[in-house]
């Protein structure tokens, strides 16, 4: 390295230690009431991955994720840029423990509330390594560029009481199904380099090469519960017919009354219940 370049990087880094907000290229936070209604989960179809709903930032010409940061923060000297966001369901989280017996009023009540830990992974299997700091700096760049973040807890209150009569031989439960937004995109990664330093306490100092090469990976997707932009999870709330002799989830054809099952609960990895 060339003592002039070698000047210039360390103006960039003196520069960006001792006014970061000047020189950290950091994403605008976009309030989620800006989305259009075609973006709520509400309004998207399962599974279909929406590419023209609003981003945090954008993929360059070249196809790269830029803002990525000179100084390695805990994302590493890599950026996320979301591309597509579709919409899924988490496992459910029963109301009551048990379930209503027939010809009973099952009800739940305006404030009644559920909770649960959920076991989210950033997906690690990209090449970058493995162990506990590499899933750190991608749980880290991912939640810097996705739509939302992942939670590992969730707590959802009923906002409305809602009741279901039940008649011979219905018997049931009511349930919180989760939303969960999948955001695929594009990791860009550039080289940490480090250089002698000779100033803050340090002979040497790490730097994010961002003039060099970059190294993508595209189509890279992970999952997170849905969360508005007040921190409050979304869902259905619905109720589930068993079986009641046996307490397993019934089919449509063998529920009594001619009632149906919510289509969200046959969603892969919804049910808690015995088929």
């Excluded at 805990?74 to 840029?81: I, V």
């Excluded at 860009?188 to 380099?193: A, D, F």
Aim: some cysteine.
């Amino acid at each position: 390295m060339t003592i002039k370049s070698a000047l210039a990087i360390f103006g960039i880094l003196a520069t960006t230690l001792a006014s970061p907000l000047v020189t950290r290229e950091t994403p605008v936070e976009m309030s989620l009431e800006t989305r259009e209604d075609k973006c709520y989960p509400n309004s998207m179809v399962d599974n279909k991955k929406m590419g023209n709903c609003p981003h945090k930032t954008n993929v360059d010409k070249d196809g790269h994720c830029p803002n990525i940061n000179r100084i390695p923060g805990r994302e590493g000297c890599s950026a996320y840029c979301e591309l597509t966001l579709s919409k899924g369901y988490g496992q459910e989280i029963p109301f009551h423990q048990g379930y209503c017996q027939a010809k009973t009023t099952c009800s739940v009540a305006n404030s009644e509330s559920v909770a649960t830990t959920q076991t989210w992974s950033v997906n690690a299997n990209i090449g970058m390594g493995t162990g506990e700091e590499v899933s750190k700096a991608l749980s880290a760049v991912f939640n810097i560029g996705a739509s939302y973040s992942q939670s590992k807890t969730l707590t959802y209150t009923v906002t409305t009481t809602q009741s279901k009569e039940l008649g011979k031989n219905q018997c049931g439960y009511w349930t919180f199904i989760p939303f969960v937004m999948e955001s695929c995109g594009t990791l860009t990664s550039v080289t940490k380099k480090t250089m002698t330093a000779g100033y803050y306490n340090t002979n040497t100092v790490s730097y994010c090469d961002t003039k060099g090469s970059k190294a993508d990976h595209k189509n890279w997707c992970n999952k997170s519960i849905y969360k508005d932009d007040k921190g409050r999870p979304d869902g259905q709330v619905v109720f589930i017919f068993v079986d009641c002799a046996h307490g397993g989830i019934l089919k449509d054809n063998k529920i009594p009354g001619g009632e149906t099952q919510p289509a969200a609960i046959w969603y892969p990895g919804v049910s808690t219940g015995p088929k």
